[in-house]
C-alpha cells in the first residue's frame, strides 16, 4: 500500500515540475539571440564576400581568356610566360610557386612537429608560458621584413656555402627557406591543439603497459592525432603558396621555368604584385592576366582546403 502511495506521490511531483522544466528549456535571454544572429550575420557575410572575390576574378579572367589569341590550354600547359610577345604560358610561375611551398614545408613541418611534441608532451607548464609567446612573436612579424631577411641573410649565406656561381642573388632557395620559419608559428600551434585534444587515458594506458614517454608519443599520440597533423600540414602549405612579399623581394622578378632553386625565378603572387604595382592599361592581356593568374590560386587554395577537409574527416578518431 506504501509503495502505491509513493509511486502516486513521485508521478504527482514530476507532473507538477514539467511544465516548469519545459518553460525553462524554452526561455531564452535577449543577448543570447542577439548573439546568435550577430554570428549568423558574419557566417552571410563571409560567404558573400567569397562568392563577390570569385565573381570579380572570374569576371576579368572571362576578359582574358576572350582574347582569341589565348586559350585555356595554353595557358595551363605552356612554358613560356612572355605577355609582350603573347606567351601565356603560367607554368613558370606555377613551378617556381610550388618549388618555394614545398622548400618552405620541409623546413616548418619537423620544425613544427617537433616544437608541438616538446610544448605538449614534454614541457612544464611554466616553460610553455614562457616559449609559446616568444615563438608566436614570429607570426608577428611583417612579411616584408622576411623578405628582405631572406635577400640580405639567406641569400649570402646560401653563396657562401654553395659558391656564388652556384647560388644567384635572387633564388627560391632563400625565399622557400625564409617562408618556413615564418610558416612555422601556425604548424607548431595547430599541431600542439591537435596533440593536446588527445585524451589523458590514452597515454596512461600507454605508461600502464610500461611505454616509455617517447613511445607513447611517437606510437600512441601522433597517430591518435593525424587528422589534426594532417591539417595544419595542408593549411601550411595553403599559406605557404598564398605567400607575396618574401618572393616578391628574394625570389625574382622574372618568369624561368627551371627546376634549380637556386635560380631565380617569379612565382604566381610575386607577378600580381609586380604587374599590379606597374602603369598598365585596362582591359589589355598584361592587365587582365593577374587576374587569370589570381583564379587559378584561388582554385588552388580551395583545392587544399577541401583536401584538408576531406583528411581531417577520414582520419579523425573521436573519443567518448
Known amino acids: 500500500m506504501e509503495i502505491s502511495k509513493n509511486i502516486a506521490a513521485r508521478k504527482k511531483h514530476t507532473a507538477w515540475n514539467k511544465p516548469a522544466i519545459s518553460s525553462l528549456k524554452k526561455k531564452r535571454h535577449v543577448s543570447e ?3 546568435q544572429a550577430f554570428l549568423y550575420l558574419c557566417g552571410i557575410i563571409s560567404i558573400f564576400t567569397t562568392l563577390g572575390i570569385v565573381f570579380e576574378l572570374g569576371k576579368e579572367a572571362w576578359l582574358f581568356f576572350g582574347d582569341p589569341n589565348i586559350s585555356v590550354i595554353d595557358f595551363l600547359t605552356g ?41 605538449s608532451e614534454y614541457a612544464t607548464p611554466k616553460t610553455r608560458s614562457i616559449l609559446k609567446p616568444i615563438l608566436e612573436i614570429l607570426a608577428g612579424v611583417p612579411t616584408v621584413v622576411y623578405g628582405y631577411f631572406a635577400l640580405t641573410f639567406m641569400t649570402p649565406l646560401l653563396r657562401g656555402f654553395f659558391g656564388s656561381d652556384t647560388v644567384d642573388v635572387y633564388n627560391m632557395a632563400s625565399a ?30 600507454a605508461y600502464g603497459l610500461g611505454a616509455t614517454r617517447l613511445e607513447t608519443t611517437v606510437q600512441v599520440v601522433i597517430p591518435a592525432a593525424l587528422s589534426g597533423l594532417v591539417a595544419a600540414f595542408i593549411i601550411g602549405v595553403s599559406r605557404a603558396v598564398g605567400e607575396t612579399m618574401i618572393v616578391a623581394v628574394a625570389a625574382g622578378s622574372g618568369p624561368n621555368f627551371t ?30 592576366s593577374i587576374f587569370a593568374i589570381g583564379l587559378l590560386l584561388f582554385l588552388v587554395t580551395l583545392v587544399l582546403n577541401i583536401l584538408s577537409r576531406a583528411v581531417s574527416r577520414r582520419f579523425r578518431e573521436v573519443y567518448e
Open 33 to 35: 539571440s542577439a548573439i
Open 79 to 119: 612554358t613560356e610566360w612572355q605577355p609582350k610577345i603573347g606567351k601565356f604560358g603560367v607554368l613558370p610561375l606555377v613551378t617556381s610557386t610550388f618549388i618555394t611551398s614545398i622548400i618552405a614545408m620541409c623546413v616548418a613541418l619537423p620544425l613544427g612537429l617537433t616544437t608541438a611534441v616538446y610544448l
Open 176 to 205: 622557400g627557406l625564409v617562408m618556413g620559419i615564418m610558416i612555422l608559428p601556425l604548424i607548431s600551434s595547430m599541431s600542439e591543439d591537435a596533440l593536446r585534444a588527445v585524451p589523458g587515458s590514452l597515454r596512461e594506458a
Open 259 to 288: 627546376f634549380n632553386p637556386f635560380e631565380a625565378a617569379e612565382t604566381m603572387t610575386g607577378y600580381i604584385a609586380r604587374i599590379s604595382g606597374g602603369d598598365l592599361s585596362y582591359n589589355t592581356p598584361d592587365y587582365n
